[in-house]
């Protein structure tokens, strides 16, 4: 099945930083990318997501990067700012298949 | 109105107790899913349905058994309970697969 790696496990920016996400995947034939937010005590909320025909996507401080031919794929957090502090996982799937979950980033952003 | 309701979102329990978590969705979508959430926040795909029919199944325990009476509702339900399925579980619901998920926001279920 798809294995996705994610780095780091921990991040700590100063407001106003950039922070970035990295993801591997495993199987060549996924197609769907989708990064997600998840704050304490909810469930994890889409922030972004790439599909395979496109090399990146940009919506507002959030942008993704997919290399397809590297099978890696970043998440950048532009002007970062203290509420968006939380875990933030990566993911990978195929048409037919279930989302495969990277290990998840804790991002702080301290004042 | 919540589009992933799940229910209930807290769960304590004893050893060898069967339970039920119960999820509904609003959104109108085909697919639902169960993940699980272990401690160190990895989240792993348990089941999918799609309009009321099992297609995904990873290694998961018997004890564990989904229900799906409409394609709304998918519920779970554990039989023999054990400390180590301690874990909170989310209920999620998409379009089709390769499309976005939508989460509950989870069941911290304890096992004691």
């Known amino acids: 099945g798809e294995n996705v790696e994610q780095h780091p496990s921990t991040l700590s920016v100063q407001e106003g930083d950039s922070a970035v996400i990295k993801c591997t995947y495993s199987d060549s034939a996924s197609n769907y990318f989708p990064w997600y937010k998840q704050e304490l005590g909810k469930g994890p909320q889409l922030i972004i997501d790439i599909r395979s025909n496109v090399g990146e996507k940009k919506d507002q401080r959030i942008a993704v990067t997919l290399n397809k031919t590297a099978k890696h794929f970043s998440l950048h957090i532009t002007e970062t700012q203290p509420e968006d502090s939380a875990v933030y996982f990566c993911a990978a799937i195929k048409s037919g298949y279930a989302l495969n979950f990277g290990k998840g980033t804790s991002l702080l952003v301290t004042p | 109105d919540t589009a992933v309701s799940q229910t209930p979102k807290y769960l304590v329990t004893q050893m060898g107790n069967d339970k039920s978590i119960k999820c509904e969705q609003n959104?109108?979508?085909?697919?639902m899913y169960w993940y699980k959430q272990d401690s160190k926040k990895f989240l792993k795909i348990m089941f999918s349905?799609?309009?009321?029919?099992?297609?995904i199944n990873e290694t998961v325990p018997n004890r564990f058994s989904p229900k799906s009476p409409d394609k709304a509702h998918l519920n779970l339900h554990i039989n023999s309970l054990e400390l180590g399925d301690s874990a909170v579980y989310f209920c999620?619901?998409?379009?089709?697969?390769?499309?976005?998920?939508?989460f509950g926001n989870g069941t911290r279920l304890t096992v004691t």
């Open positions: 999620a619901s998409s379009q089709s697969s390769a499309n976005p998920l939508h």
């Open positions: 349905y799609n309009n009321k029919e099992l297609i």
């Open positions: 959104l109108g979508h085909d697919t």
